[in-house]
């Protein structure tokens, strides 16, 4: 009996010894990304902001009223293309995977030249964006600084975030672009919808 007791707790013993040595690294990563990390999309804003807003402004210049788009780049290459003109009941989409899919369909609805569509890349690539997204109606473009499992980006409003924005956007975000009309959010992982931002790089409201 007392060896089975002796056995079991050598058995115990060990794994809490283990579970203790796979937290340290663990509570390590997190303790660095509480107190030492800075937030890679604050950091991008700050250095590439006039960048960033030159691109904004350029896709809202190309969009057609009544025109959606979502466009996603993989370096210098197109990963996907996504457009939607409900005027004309019409929508497009192109991924770099699926060979059935063209770019020329998607560009023909948003109405862009090869030549206008460089432009937009140039500038993307400028402002160190993967992507840049407009959907008609919703007063905002989405400028994507990483995008994958887990997307980072901008949500930029036509004006200076006011209180009704940030209400909407949940107090709690890290408003310190809302001059900009700026809100910094996460996409994507075990989230549903996007997370905002706080100033050290955490979601904190879900939406």
Do not use: H
Not at 96 to 102: A, L, P, R
Not at 107 to 132: H, Y
């Amino acid at each position: 009996m007392n060896f089975i007791k002796y056995f079991f707790s050598e058995i115990f013993r060990l794994f809490k010894l283990l579970v203790g040595i796979a937290l340290v690294p663990a509570a390590g990563f997190l303790i660095y990304k509480l107190f030492f990390a800075e937030s890679g999309l604050a950091e991008n804003y700050e250095r590439n902001r006039v960048q960033i807003l030159a691109l904004r402004d350029f896709a809202r210049e190309i969009k057609p009223e009544g025109v959606s788009f979502d466009i996603r780049f993989n370096g210098d290459e197109v990963s996907s293309m996504r457009a939607v003109n409900k005027n004309k009941n019409q929508s497009a989409s192109f991924y770099s995977i699926d060979e059935k899919t063209n770019e020329r369909a998607v560009l023909k609805i948003i109405g862009l030249d090869f030549g206008t569509f460089n432009e937009l890349k140039a500038k993307a690539k400028s402002a160190n964006a993967v992507g840049v997204s407009i959907w008609e109606g919703e007063g905002k473009t989405a400028i994507y600084y990483k995008d994958g499992f887990v997307s980072e980006f901008y949500e930029i409003f036509g004006d200076p975030a006011d209180e009704a924005v940030k209400k909407d956007y949940e107090i709690g975000c890290d408003d310190r672009f809302a001059v900009d009309g700026v809100v910094m959010a996460r996409d994507g992982g075990a989230t549903t919808g996007f997370i905002c931002v706080d100033r050290y790089g955490y979601g904190i409201k879900r939406k």
